[in-house]
Every structure is written in C-alpha cells, then in structure tokens.
C-alpha cells in the first residue's frame, strides 16, 4: 500500500462507519486465522474453517481497496 492509500485508510477509519465496521471484520477474520494457524493440526470442520476465513477475508480486503481507490479519485476530482 502506498503512503498515500495509507493516509486515505486513516481517514476512512476516522471518518467512515462502513469502511471501520469493514476493517474490523478484517480484523476479526486475521485473529481468527492466526488462532489456526497456532494449532499444529486441524480437523476437517477446522480447514473448511480456515478457507471460509480466507475468503471472507479477502472479499472484505476488495472492498477496502475499492473504497480506498474511490476516495483517491474523488479527491483527486475535486481539487
């Protein structure tokens, strides 16, 4: 992530309920998979787990990214 997609995640954090709320799921999803990850072995229901938290987890990284890239280009237009 550049410094400037930085910058815009800290204002969407700051100012954007649905970008945080977003974020915090992420969040959840990577404290989930490191809980999995520190087990030295997983049963079936806990590998299905883990690709289900994956997924999510990059679905939800999407959509930070696009609302991020959004932001940018709004911000750009309106200088």
């Not at 204002?11 to 969040?27: A, G, P």
Request: hydrophobic fraction near 30%.
């Amino acid at each position: 992530m550049t410094k400037k997609e930085e910058k815009i995640k800290e204002t969407l954090l700051e100012n954007n309920e649905l970008f945080r709320k977003i974020y915090q799921e992420h969040q959840e999803c990577e404290r989930k998979l490191d809980e999995l990850r520190s087990k030295s072995f997983l049963s079936e229901e806990e590998k299905l787990q883990e690709k289900m938290l994956k997924k999510k987890k990059l679905k939800l990284k999407d959509e930070m990214y696009r609302m991020i890239v959004e932001f940018g280009s709004k911000a750009e237009t309106d200088e």
